[in-house]
């Protein structure tokens, strides 16, 4: 198992997102539980002392080592989506889906404090703990200090492979918690007070998904055309790309029926303008990325390949992610509004 880049990546073990629960709630106790089992280890290799890395190293050993005892699913649900996995070293694990779910928010937890620790960043500093407080603001415990230096590395593409790697596994993570908090929006029956806290709830998960995936970009820009390099065949499919992601197919879907069920509109107006600025919010972050990679100019991986098959000449990656930012938020949209 590979915890600083070297080697073979570490496997991040996750539930199918259709076996997620109806809201929140199970996973924030089944969590809460494995946080207090390890409350000291967990605490000490998320601190940024220098022998927090063999703390970190030794704790994501004992929960890959949980994980590997679940069993496997082999469900493929949207097309290419076993080969998205595969990429990005991530299992779907059967039985108790919280309990496998928890079990990886922790293990993405360490994994993004020791690549942090390893190969700093170029991002701005996260005063609200977006993307290393997951946990500790679903258990209401301290967040951790994140204090990462600049980016620095000897080894440059690799780390920048790395980074690609567990931010990806970070993003996946993230999605799945929207999910869930998502159905949490269809309030029927619920107080004003309820309400808000649902509608609080997901827009802070969208946040922190936003800078999850900012996080997964956070290398150099000149790096990325070697990143590139690694999503094309044999290793993976002609057009890879993130639409063969389970876990935003299944997010997407969850849109789409809380507008079909009513949730949608059951909402007031105020939270669902929340929402809908909050998931706005989450997609301006992959423009983000893609501008920062030359998506202003250059084709998706899934563009380009789709262009060269009809001959067309295709659309940057940056018009494409607005374009389908535009139709996820379309499910966004109450009922009858222009």
Not at 121 to 128: F, I
Not at 243 to 251: G, N, S
Request: hydrophobic share 45%; aromatic share 6%.
């Amino acid at each position: 198992m590979s915890f600083v880049g070297v080697g073979d990546p570490v496997v991040l073990v996750m539930p199918l997102p259709v076996e997620l629960p109806d809201t929140l709630l199970p996973l924030v106790e089944r969590l809460t539980e494995m946080t207090e089992g390890c409350r000291a280890d967990y605490t000490a290799a998320m601190g940024v002392e220098p022998e927090a890395a063999d703390v970190r190293a030794g704790l994501a050993a004992r929960l890959a080592a949980q994980a590997g005892e679940v069993g496997t699913a082999t469900a493929e649900r949207p097309a290419g989506s076993c080969v998205h996995d595969a990429f990005f070293s991530v299992r779907r694990g059967t039985g108790d889906s919280t309990a496998v779910l928890a079990g990886a928010i922790l293990l993405s937890d360490l994994l993004v404090q020791e690549d942090l620790a390893v190969s700093g960043s170029t991002l701005d500093a996260d005063p609200d703990s977006l993307l290393l407080g997951v946990t500790s603001y679903l258990t209401g415990t301290a967040a951790p200090v994140a204090k990462p230096g600049s980016w620095r590395t000897a080894h440059p593409v690799d780390a920048a492979n790395q980074r690609w790697l567990v931010g990806h596994q970070r993003f996946f993570v993230m999605l799945q918690l929207l999910t869930l908090a998502l159905r949490g929006l269809d309030t029927e029956g619920a107080t004003p007070e309820q309400e808000q806290e649902a509608v609080r709830s997901f827009g802070r998960l969208c946040r922190s998904a936003a800078v999850s995936m900012r996080y997964a970009a956070d290398f150099p820009p000149e790096l990325y055309e070697e990143v590139r390099e690694t999503m094309s065949p044999p290793a993976v499919n002609a057009g890879f790309s993130g639409l063969q992601t389970r876990d935003h197919h299944e997010l997407v879907a969850s849109m789409r029926r809380l507008k079909r069920d009513g949730g949608l509109d059951r909402l007031t107006p105020a939270s669902r303008t929340a929402v809908h600025a909050a998931v706005q919010h989450l997609y301006e972050a992959h423009v983000w990325v893609c501008d920062r990679f030359g998506g202003a100019v250059e084709p998706s991986l899934l563009m380009a390949q789709a262009a060269h098959a009809a001959g067309e000449r295709a659309e940057s990656g940056v018009v494409a992610a607005q374009r389908l930012a535009r139709q996820r938020l379309g499910h966004l949209t109450p009922s009858g509004s222009a």
